[in-house]
């Protein structure tokens, strides 16, 4: 594939077998179809438990292989874990090393392959634009790319002489309880995330835990800092693996209230999320009588039950989650 955008902001365009790709994460792709052959376009779950495909092109199948199920029993690589991943190993990759022809190429707005790839926030006055119609792609294709591979397309970094405001954000979470936290306290606990308009605001996050958090920040774009320095990626949205350390920064330029959360919707329903405040920002009346009713400001009840019966086996369970 020749991966040329994500979160819906053009990248340097990079060849890949496979992409990494958090929930809410998007990314846009050129694929041109060999003649007299039908690709697999494939998602697979990280566990290997299942998978959607789409198949593009007439004539002879050529099918994705199956993703493995992990071996339960080997050391963990935390860092090639992922939550779904673009499986595309059986593809002739030799052949995918040019542009697609103009009148050729697809809308990316309306393709859809059981994992997201579509247009991404817009009118962002940072967000750099780029033309892939004559720019070749990387020729080493990238075996799976992730946020650590994305070169902007030009330069993100921030004036230097700008005042600088950085916050360590702790993800951690228990699976008894089923709570997940943000510097050991969940958003009811410790909502607000205060910051003022015209710094750059830099968060870096601290995955505690074993599960990945894509990581999702309202209103703005984040530069992801790898290691392209000043041309570290703009996302909306980024994924943290398992006991890693990434750190963002963005220019505070919305005033506002925005959502800062994990989009595993799980882990923001029971904890993990905080709202990040402009110190000079004021809601109007109406906006503050509805945030008494704001479901975040109170721990969550939960209900299990569980019935169950043997001449071989019958089991039936229930959840319930009181507001």
């Known amino acids: 594939m020749k991966v040329i955008s994500a979160d819906g902001v053009d990248f340097k365009a990079k060849e890949a077998k496979e992409i990494l790709i958090g929930m809410a994460e998007t990314y846009d792709i050129l ?6 052959k039908n690709y697999e376009f494939k998602a697979s779950a990280q566990d290997g438990t299942g998978s959607a495909s789409a198949w593009i092109g007439m004539g002879e199948k050529v099918s994705a292989p199956v993703k493995p199920f992990p071996d ?52 962002h006055n940072i967000t750099p634009t780029l033309s892939h ?19 902007a397309a030009s330069r993100t970094d921030f004036p230097k002489e700008k005042p600088r405001y950085d916050v360590t954000l702790n993800l951690d979470g228990d699976m008894e309880r089923y709570i997940w936290l ?17 710094d750059i605001v830099r968060f870096t996050f601290v995955n505690n835990t074993m599960m990945h958090h894509p990581m999702h ?45 994990c989009h595993n919707l799980y882990h923001m329903k029971t904890g993990m999320a905080r709202v990040v405040s402009y110190s000079s920002f004021t809601p109007r009346p109406d906006i503050q009588e509805y945030r008494k009713q704001d479901p975040h400001l109170h721990d969550h009840l939960y209900y299990r039950g569980m019935l169950e019966a043997a001449t071989n086996h019958l089991q039936g369970e229930s959840y319930r989650d009181w507001e």
């Open 217 to 261: 920040l309202h209103g703005h774009f984040f530069r992801v800092l790898n290691k392209y320095g000043e041309k570290s990626p703009l996302k909306h949205t980024v994924d943290m693996s398992p006991h890693t350390t990434r750190t963002i920064e963005f220019y505070a330029d919305e005033p506002g209230e925005w959502m800062l959360h």
């Open 72 to 123: 339960m029993y080997a050391l963990m690589d935390h860092g090639s874990m992922d939550h779904g991943s673009m499986d595309h190993g059986s593809m002739d990759h030799s052949k995918m090393n040019h542009p697609m022809p103009a009148d050729s190429k697809m809308d990316h707005s309306k393709m859809d392959h059981g994992t997201t790839l579509e247009k991404g926030h817009e009118g």
């Open 133 to 151: 119609d004559n720019e070749p792609a990387t020729t080493s294709p990238v075996e799976l790319l992730t946020v650590n591979d994305l070169e």
């Open 182 to 198: 943000i510097n050991g306290k969940a958003i009811h606990q410790d909502r607000t995330l205060k910051i003022n308009k015209g």
């Open 31 to 36: 694929f041109e179809v060999p003649e007299h």
